[in-house]
């Protein structure tokens, strides 16, 4: 799936803090590493650094391919309606994110099974190229 990034005019009027849109360039188009919901908010998840995934108020991207990873399980949690859609490893782990970010390595195999993004990033690029 692909993203295209409307312009910071058109999204000064969304609920966002500024900070959050700095990373992205007006028009340009995203790799989408994964989606979900929350609380009826929908999010990309992307690849805007080669370091970590960033994850992004789906209102400020209009879709420009609409293709699923095949790598991606879908997971909805029927009580507070919460859908997630990406590596299911990455379902797995509450506050996954975090993970890309915080962690020590000698505490915690799984922080450093997630920080290698790069594999993740591969599968996405060889799928879609």
Do not use: C, T
């Not at 990406?86 to 099974?113: S, T, V």
């Amino acid at each position: 799936m692909r993203v295209n990034f409307k312009s910071k005019e058109e999204i000064s009027l969304l609920k966002e803090s500024e900070g959050e849109i700095l990373f992205l360039e007006s028009g340009s188009e995203y790799q989408v590493m994964g989606f979900y919901q929350r609380k009826g908010e929908s999010y990309f998840i992307l690849e805007v650094h080669n370091y970590y995934p960033i994850s992004y108020n789906a209102a400020f991207f209009e879709i420009i391919d609409s293709r699923v990873s095949q790598h991606w399980v879908l997971s909805i949690d029927y009580g507070s309606g919460d859908l997630s859609l990406m590596f299911e490893d990455w379902i797995k782990i509450p506050n996954f994110m975090n993970f890309f970010l915080d962690g020590d390595i000698d505490e915690d195999e799984k922080f450093f099974e997630l920080r290698e993004y790069i594999y993740y990033k591969r599968l996405i690029d060889e799928e879609f190229g």
